[in-house]
Nanobody, 120 residues
């Protein structure tokens, strides 16, 4: 089994910053990609950013230039630095990992979610 443990959410004023972390543990051969999704009340879950094991990053248009995703492959950890936060960034943020658990057998895992609230 694989577990994803997130941290770093909270309440911040508009224009502020937060940093999310997500550490994966368990039966892991490799992880590609890791990333973050978010879900606001009454809306579908949406992609925020993903990053490959080779450090290639992909961002939603709504966060480009404000959010930066990074990862530490040795620690199986992914980070999301969120700057210039806006009220519309308020959501539950979920960590995502596509994990090779055994000899090309892959499975997707999700974290439990961490709340980010941006006040105006």
């Amino acid at each position: 089994q694989v577990q994803l443990v997130e941290s770093g959410g909270g309440l911040v004023q508009a224009g502020g910053s937060l940093r999310l972390s997500c550490a994966a543990s368990g039966s892991i051969v490799s992880i590609n990609p890791m990333g973050w999704y978010r879900q606001a009340p009454g809306k579908e879950r949406e992609l925020v950013a993903t990053i490959s094991s080779g450090m290639a990053a992909n961002y939603a248009d709504s966060v480009k230039g404000r959010f930066t995703i990074s990862r530490d492959n040795a620690k199986n950890t992914v980070y999301l630095q969120m700057n210039t936060l806006k009220p519309e960034d308020t959501a539950v943020y979920y960590c995502y990992a596509d994990v090779e658990i055994y000899r090309r057998i892959r499975s997707a895992y999700w974290g439990q979610g961490t709340q980010v609230t941006v006040s105006s």
